[in-house]
Each structure stands twice: as structure tokens, then as C-alpha cells.
């Protein structure tokens, strides 16, 4: 396998991370980006960090990502909002402070043209840029890491809005090709977390000419710490519940589940009928959804998105965890359901399949039946008895497969 020139100075993409302060609970592939930062701070190599932020490229050394990664695992408060970051009026309070913070601690800033000359006058040598974000994937930063004889590593996570675009938002698409066809052309390494998504993002390579050398390193699982305190009082666990966890849009299949409680709540009587409760934020191109949820479905609530140790204090108690979706690129909530004893009933998805084995319970997503059959059996479960789940992958099985390629 061809990676590059050489990989000794790690230049990590941390914009994602950067530009989600303020916005809530981490997505998944935070969560992902926040893994690499810690990880490639324990490592010997020389590290650096870059970031696009409002005004240009930010670029700090290891220090520097060190004081990041304390601001962004909330070990220390962001700092004061300096006049620059003011100047953001609709930005968010803690926004304009993380902005001011990216300031005050990189080493040096330069816009699209004089980033080269930025990376060349700090780094010690060629570097290894690895972006696993989906952040920053235009043309300059490629060009100006493969001029000083780096490599560039980046991870894609899936292709559904290429390859499901009636779901995704209006003008998503048309980004999110444009960021395929760079990797297409300019990555060196492509890292797949499932060789289920492999093929299909590598047949979208094929159709822009090029497809990178690739590693399929499935994504780590790290189960969540639950803390009750972060509930509302008001949610009860004192009756038997499922958890549905994801944005509300198209490709999560809400409406099954709907249905599903619809049905139960004519064969159950009122004592033994479960609650589900959803989990995530309202999405796009889901109104019909939306409209029955505004009406209040008996026995269903509307969580919204909660802190992490909200969600696992709820999948702790809980029946199962539901994932009735249409596709997924990786699938970590199961995952971490699976990693604190919550049993998974789940739509049977080749990836799925292929990271979490015989750990789910799989039920075709279209088949409301089976779905209406396996929660009426799962609610009378005693819920006492956790559910063990067997060789789910680890951060260190996925590092020691990406860094071997470095």
C-alpha cells in the first residue's frame, strides 16, 4: 500500500470539533474526532492541530491542543469573548468565546493562500494531515500539505446523501459530492469503518476516476456514563420503556414506530403498554412525522436531544434500544446500548451485520409486524437481567490498524 511520503508529525483536524461549541450534544462523529484527539495526544509523535474558524486557519502545537482539548471535554470553561469574536453577534455566547480561545492559543494564523507558508515555517517536517470531520476537505489544505511532502488521511464515513439524496437537506448533496470528489482526487489513505461502506464509497470514487488506497478499521465502542441527575424529574422509569435515539429524519424511520405503539396500544391494556420515548433533534423533510408527533401519540414522548448521561441513564432501565433505521453508515447508539447492557432491536442492515454480529435482534424495517411482535414480547421481560454482548470493537483495535499506516 502506497500512504505518502512520511507521517512522523501528525497534523490532526479538529474544526468539526471547534465549530459544534455551542450546539449541543456531541453527533457521532464528534464523538469520533474527539477520539483521535485524545488518542494522538497519549502518542509520542510531534502533534499539531488545525482549524478553520471565522477568520482563517488556526494552527497550534501539541500545547495548544492539549488547552483545546481541556476546553472541549469541559475539563476548563472557555475564555472571554475578545472584540473580534463580538463582532458575531448571532453567534453563540460560548461561540464567540471558544473563538476567542482559538486565538489566543494557536501559534499562527493564515487565510486559504498563505497556509502553506504557515505549515511550512511551524511544522518540523512533512505532515501527516488527517481529517476525520468532513471538515476542511477543499482543495487548498490538500494542496498545501502535499507541497511540503505530506500525506493526507482522511475518514469518510458513509455516502448516504449521495446515495439517498431525496432524504437529506436542500443543498447538502452538491457539498457533500464536492468533498468526495477531493478525496477521490487528493487523499492519500481513505479510512472506511466498515467494509460494508467501503463499497459503496468506493464506487463513488470509481466514478471520479480515482480511488485512494483504503482500510477498513471498524469505529470503537465506549460505553457512556450514565448520570440520572442530568434527567428530568419528570420521565418516568417506573414502568416498562423503550428508547428510540437519532435525529428525526426520513432515513431513522420514526413512522414505524409510531405505527408500532399505535397497534400495541389496541392489544395491551393500559397497565402493561410501554412508553417510547425519542431521543434526538428534529430534522428535515419529515413533516408528516412531525404532524403526528405534534398531536401527542398516547403512551409516546418527545425527549428531544439530552446530554450523553441522560441517554445512557435512560438505556440502562430500558426494554431495548430501537433502531428501525433504513440505512446507517456505522451504528455507534447500538453499540453503546450493547456496552451498557441494553438490549437492540434493530433494522437488519448489512453493517450492522457485520459489526455487532449476533448481538442484535434484526427485524426487516419494513415489516411492522415482527416489529409490533418483538416490543410486545420484550415488555414483559424482566429487565433485571442485563443482556451481554460479546466482541464489540474497541479505540485500540481501530488505532492499531490506522496508525501502523501513518
Not at 405505527?259 to 419529515?286: E, F, Q
Not at 442484535?360 to 433485571?384: C, M
Amino acid at each position: 500500500m502506497t500512504t505518502g511520503a512520511t507521517g512522523t508529525v501528525r497534523l490532526l483536524d479538529l474544526s468539526r470539533l471547534v465549530s459544534r461549541v455551542g450546539r449541543g450534544a456531541w453527533t457521532g462523529i464528534d464523538r469520533v474526532e474527539a477520539a483521535y484527539l485524545q488518542r494522538l495526544l497519549a502518542e509520542d509523535e510531534p502533534l499539531f492541530a488545525l482549524v478553520r474558524s471565522s477568520f482563517g486557519f488556526t494552527l497550534f502545537d501539541r500545547a495548544g491542543s492539549h488547552a483545546l482539548a481541556d476546553r472541549l471535554f469541559g475539563r476548563i470553561p472557555w475564555g472571554q469573548a475578545d472584540t473580534l469574536s463580538r463582532l458575531f453577534l448571532k453567534a453563540h455566547p460560548e461561540k464567540r468565546r471558544a473563538e476567542a480561545d482559538v486565538r489566543r492559543l494557536s501559534l499562527g494564523r493564515a487565510n486559504r493562500r498563505a497556509l502553506p507558508g504557515l505549515l511550512r515555517d511551524t511544522l518540523p517536517g512533512p505532515p501527516c494531515w488527517i481529517n476525520v470531520g468532513h471538515s476542511d476537505l477543499q482543495v487548498s489544505v490538500f494542496d498545501a500539505v502535499h507541497r511540503l511532502g505530506g500525506m493526507v488521511v482522511v475518514l469518510v464515513h458513509d455516502t448516504i446523501p449521495l446515495d439517498h439524496p431525496d432524504w437529506q437537506r436542500e443543498g447538502t448533496v452538491d457539498s457533500f459530492r464536492a468533498r468526495i470528489q477531493q478525496v477521490a482526487g487528493k487523499a492519500d489513505l481513505v479510512v472506511h469503518t466498515a467494509q460494508a461502506t467501503r463499497e459503496l464509497t468506493e464506487r463513488h470514487f470509481a466514478r471520479e476516476g480515482r480511488v485512494p488506497d483504503g482500510i477498513v478499521a471498524h469505529l470503537g465502542i465506549d460505553a457512556p456514563v450514565p448520570d440520572d441527575t442530568q434527567l428530568s424529574a419528570n420521565i418516568r422509569r417506573d414502568r416498562p420503556y423503550f428508547v428510540v435515539l437519532g435525529t428525526i429524519e426520513p432515513r431513522k424511520n420514526h413512522a414505524l414506530l409510531l405505527d408500532a405503539w399505535a397497534k400495541l396500544a389496541t392489544r395491551l391494556p393500559g397497565d402493561d403498554m410501554p412508553m417510547l420515548y425519542i431521543v434526538g433533534s428534529r430534522g428535515w423533510r419529515n413533516e408528516p412525522v412531525f404532524d403526528r408527533l405534534d398531536k401527542g401519540p398516547a403512551h409516546v414522548r418527545e425527549l428531544g436531544p439530552l446530554p450523553d448521561g441522560a441517554v445512557a441513564s435512560l438505556l440502562t432501565r430500558a426494554q431495548a434500544l430501537l433502531m428501525p433505521s433504513l440505512v446507517e453508515g456505522f451504528g455507534l447508539p447500538p453499540g453503546e446500548a450493547l456496552a451498557l447492557g441494553c438490549p437492540v432491536i434493530a433494522s437488519d442492515l448489512p453493517v450492522y451485520r457485520e459489526v455487532f454480529g449476533n448481538n442484535l435482534v434484526y427485524l426487516d424495517p419494513h415489516d411492522l409486524y415482527s416489529w409490533v411482535e418483538q416490543i410486545r414480547t420484550f415488555a414483559t421481560k424482566n429487565r433485571g437481567a442485563q443482556a451481554t454482548a460479546s466482541s464489540l470493537p474497541t479505540w485500540d483495535d481501530h488505532f492499531n490498524l490506522v496508525l501502523k499506516c501513518l
